[in-house]
């Protein structure tokens, strides 16, 4: 099928269309102008008749008439132009020019008109014979006759000439419509709907199946060119499931490594793992990791999988091998041919090498090198190593951070059991010691005065302090503890503080408690709140030399507040040396240490208020006992 133009077969109708309308137009004017020509003509041809009428009534009562002259001039001008054509006027007044008659029967019939008028007009001489004239006046009557009936007749087939003209026009018009019709059915509705059920074959992903064929045209070429387009979007399609599943399965292989980075905390065996994925997801022949020293200048083989020979702990400068551009640039590097100046590398001559940094926070902390000898590395194995070795950099680095976390652990414990221990010994051996420095300065107080029963009594309580402090250093040593207060012992405790403080100082303590058998909290605040009541009195008995004292506990929204008041000579907070007064640092860490807030309010003369409010459990809970 030779190929034609859609636009060409379009045009073809469309001209079409206009020749019909131009014909038809022109056919229409023809028939207008021709109509109102033949109107003309017979309208002449039945005044001729009115003409032959008028000059016989003259000739027959005003021979002598201008008006019969003129008469007849006008019916022989008439007559003129009827048979050999050109202007005259009809009834209207109207100018009209028309062409010689070449009708053979019009003709004859005005030849007949002809002969009779030559008849007639011989009886319209000056010397009038009016029976002759009326004899031969209705011959001439009927040839006029005859002559309008042939311009009729000849007007009718012209207007039925043109009504067929007019129905072949319209048969041509159907014809032309009905062959547009399948024209464009065929050449452009049913190309149009195939491309649009493939557009959506296409558009759903269903692109195996080929475009059906179209015609040659420009619709064809459409199809061509989305056949084309199928087929590249297929392809592409293809390379891209590839691609999909080439970094799925990098995406895994980082997974897996992530995996056995949460698993392996050691760095050698982490890295150990990354030399495995690696070199498994790049297919190389084998891969190695080195990590640069605390100086940066060097490069130590931390890993290696592949090698003919164990080369792990080899130390070489980094301006010597692969990892130096890689180390400078950051990112991965490609080179063909091998890389003799490393001796890892140096192995696999003339192998293809790629290596990535290991890169944490813009900071390289060593390189990932693999190899392989059957074909070189693209650019997505590249990537897939940078994945790679970013995992195994975060990994070293997670490792690294571990270990020392570890250690900074360690050095935390030991400064927290140092500040247990100091903790301890302040609020139990100390207090102890200094009870018995008391006691032994009224020992030697009572042996002076010659009270040898007092001085009894005093060694006795001595021995006692003594025992206290001897089992109270061994408590600190081992980490044991006291049997905590349960919550009814907690406020006979309290007492027993006051009690002893009392007997120590002189001083009376106003106790006000809201509830002595609901306290709500733990074991392990309700020994945080002993420390700091048997400190704070201690504190007052020192160095407030006050003469009351006030303890106030109260509950409220949910907490346990301990108030310590005291008149004594008071003092600035803001000039306390912490190293100076370490019973205030530690009230306040045992504060902190239950979730609860130590506020001090002081002044030089105004006494001091020492307040310490804890959270209170609804349930109380066994809690393991902490100093």
Not at 279 to 293: E, F, K, P
Not at 345 to 371: E, H, K, W, Y
Not at 593 to 612: F, M, V
Request: charged share 20%; with cysteine.
């Amino acid at each position: 099928m030779n190929e034609r133009s859609l636009r060409s077969q379009l045009g073809a109708i469309f001209l079409g269309f206009l020749l019909l309308v131009l014909g038809s137009v022109a056919a229409t004017s023809w028939l207008v102008q021709t109509q109102r020509n033949d109107a003309a003509v017979i309208n002449l041809a039945g005044r001729q008749r009115m003409l032959a009428q008028q000059m016989t009534r003259l000739a027959l009562t005003e021979p002598a008439s201008p008006q019969l002259a003129e008469t007849i001039a006008l019916f022989q001008q008439t007559q003129t132009v009827l048979v050999d054509g050109g202007e005259t006027i009809t009834g209207s007044d109207r100018a009209v020019r028309l062409p010689p008659t070449t009708d053979p029967t019009i003709r004859a019939e005005l030849d007949e008109v002809a002969a009779a008028w030559a008849a007639f007009q011989t009886q319209l001489q000056p010397a009038v014979d009016g029976e002759h004239l009326q004899a031969e006046f209705p011959a001439l009557l009927a040839n006029l006759d005859d002559v309008v009936s042939a311009y009729e007749a000849q007007a009718q087939a012209r207007v039925t000439r043109l009504r067929w003209v007019q129905l072949a026009f319209l048969a041509a018009a159907f014809l032309l419509l009905a062959w547009g019709y399948r024209l464009i059915r065929r050449t452009l509705i049913q190309p149009l709907t195939a491309l649009e059920a493939a557009a959506q074959k296409i558009g759903a992903g269903h692109l195996n199946e080929p475009l059906p064929a179209l015609p040659t045209n420009e619709l064809g070429h459409l199809g061509q060119s989305m056949e084309a387009m199928r087929r590249e979007i297929a392809a592409h399609q293809g390379a891209l499931k590839g691609r999909v599943a080439q970094r799925v399965q990098e995406l895994t292989a980082v997974l897996e490594f992530t995996q056995e980075i949460v698993r392996q905390l050691e760095p050698d065996q982490l890295l150990q793992a990354a030399v495995r994925h690696t070199r498994a997801l790049i297919q190389a022949d084998a891969a190695s990791v080195c990590v640069l020293d605390a100086g940066g200048r060097s490069l130590q083989l931390a890993a290696g999988s592949g090698a003919k020979k164990n080369l792990v702990g080899l130390r070489q400068s980094v301006d010597r091998s692969l990892a130096a551009p890689v180390l400078r640039e950051h990112k991965a590097v490609v080179t063909e041919g091998g890389c003799t100046n490393c001796g890892f590398l140096r192995q696999f001559p003339g192998a293809s090498c790629i290596a990535a940094p290991l890169q944490v926070g813009g900071r390289s902390l060593g390189a990932l090198c693999v190899v392989r000898e059957q074909r070189p590395f693209d650019a997505d194995e590249a990537r897939a190593l940078t994945l790679l070795a970013n995992a195994a950099a975060i990994g070293l680095q997670n490792a690294r951070l571990i270990a020392s976390g570890k250690q900074q652990a360690e050095e935390n414990a030991a400064l927290a059991e140092r500040e247990r221990l100091a903790a301890e010994l302040h609020d139990s051996l100390a207090q102890t010691l200094g009870a018995m420095h008391l006691s032994v300065d009224q020992l030697a107080h009572n042996l002076t005065a010659g009270e040898n029963e007092t001085a009894q009594s005093r060694l006795a309580t001595v021995q006692t302090h003594l025992k206290q402090a001897y089992a109270q250093v061994r408590l600190a040593l081992t980490g044991l503890r006291e049997a905590p207060p349960d919550e009814g012992e907690f406020m006979a405790e309290v007492l027993s503080l006051v009690a002893e403080f009392e007997a120590q100082s002189d001083v009376s303590v106003r106790v006000e408690a809201d509830d002595l058998e609901a306290i709500g909290l733990t074991a392990v605040t309700q020994k945080q709140a002993l420390h700091i009541v048997r400190e704070a009195l201690t504190n007052i008995r020192r160095h407030a030399r006050a003469s009351q004292v006030r303890l106030a506990i109260t509950r409220d929204n949910g907490a346990l507040t301990l108030l310590i008041a005291d008149d004594g000579c008071g003092f600035d907070p803001a000039q306390v040396n912490s190293r100076d007064h370490l019973g205030l640092t530690i009230m306040r860490a045992r504060a902190e240490r239950s979730q609860g807030r130590l506020d001090i309010r002081a002044a030089p003369g105004e006494g001091t208020q020492i307040q310490a409010t804890f959270p209170v459990q609804t349930e109380p809970t066994q809690t393991p006992e902490a100093a």
